[in-house]
């Protein structure tokens, strides 16, 4: 699985929330809503959730294999840096 575009719908220079984001998956699957958010020693992406009756969170949509989780979110960080950089 291919990542062929990466949108920033919203950056956040102040918080923990960094950006939101849109990911395109082989031209064909997009996954809205992932975030950025400034951890304690570096940045990381949180996959889009929904608060169950319990009060916990559950991922909407999430890589299955580390893989992906790594070249989603180095991909994703890359992008978000040279946004930065402009």
Excluded: C, N, W
Excluded at 5 to 30: M, Q, W, Y
Excluded at 52 to 68: N, Q, S, T, W
Excluded at 73 to 79: G, K, T
């Amino acid at each position: 699985m291919e990542i062929t575009d990466i949108k920033f719908r919203r950056i956040e220079p102040a918080g923990k929330l960094k950006a939101l984001v849109s990911v395109t998956f082989d031209g064909v699957l997009a996954v809205h809503d992932i975030k950025i958010i400034a951890g304690h020693d570096r940045l990381f992406l949180a996959m889009p959730s929904r608060r169950m009756p319990d009060g916990r969170f559950r991922d909407i949509a999430h890589p299955v294999g580390g893989a992906l989780r790594e070249t989603l979110e180095r991909q994703v960080l890359d992008a978000y840096r040279t946004l930065l950089l402009q």
